[in-house]
């Protein structure tokens, strides 16, 4: 695609139900990173993904947060029984391989009630 | 524990006035770094800088970045009320973003 796209653009879940939140990185891309951004916050960092590898998956907050790629493409990031601390924009982002810039989606908004 | 801490993290400006955000890094495997602005959700692209001492221009806005020192500076100059935002500096190793706190920069009329 053009671009990268985040679906859904806005979630509102209820306390203690399972989220899927789905990336389509740029075509050809084959680094992708989630990081979720807070009101107010920085960008703080979830996962990245090299192919359908997670090299490093250190952000993730808890082992509620799981995330998976498949076919070097689309990821989905899965938040179950969630929290309201979990409220937050989920953004993605896709990079060449390489020393290159990454682009950012317009991101999910998670409000959890 | 590698980190990225942008300075100030706000400024209030008026319309004309330079500006100069900083960006210093402790990161392991160093590769670039990159600046992006946030108006709404997501981060647009601006600059990436690999080598010392090279400034990048985009119309009013430049970067360089200093790989000794440890750190890299955006100028905007001339500021317009459009340049009010949040500008994220991201520092890239071998696999992930490691992105600041970001400055949000006010510009009054």
């Known amino acids: 695609g053009a671009g990268v796209s985040q679906s859904p653009s806005n979630k509102v879940t209820e306390k203690g139900k399972d989220v899927e939140l789905r990336c389509d990185p740029i075509s050809g891309h084959t680094a992708l990173y989630w990081y979720r951004q807070s009101l107010g916050q920085g960008l703080e960092f979830l996962i990245y993904f090299q192919g359908n590898s997670a090299p490093d998956k250190s952000g993730l907050p808890s082992d509620r947060f799981s995330a998976e790629r498949t076919g070097g493409s689309v990821s989905t990031l899965t938040i179950q029984r969630t929290q309201q601390e979990d409220s937050a924009v989920y953004l993605c982002?896709?990079?060449?391989?390489?020393?290159?810039?990454?682009?950012f989606g317009q991101g999910t908004r998670l409000t959890v009630v | 524990e590698d980190k990225v801490v942008q300075s100030p993290l706000s400024l209030v400006v008026h319309e004309g006035d330079t500006v100069t955000l900083n960006c210093s890094y402790e990161v392991t495997n160093f590769r670039s770094l990159l600046w992006y602005k946030q108006e709404k959700k997501a981060p647009t692209f601006l600059f990436m800088l690999t080598s010392s001492g090279i400034e990048k221009k985009s119309g009013r806005l430049s970067s360089i970045l200093d790989k000794k020192e440890l750190f890299s500076i955006l100028n905007i100059t001339a500021t317009q009320t459009g340049d009010s935002a949040v500008y994220l500096c991201a520092v890239g190793n071998t696999g992930k973003l490691i992105f600041g706190q970001g400055t949000t920069l006010q510009v009054k009329p």
């Open positions: 982002a896709s990079r060449l391989q390489g020393y290159t810039e990454a682009f």
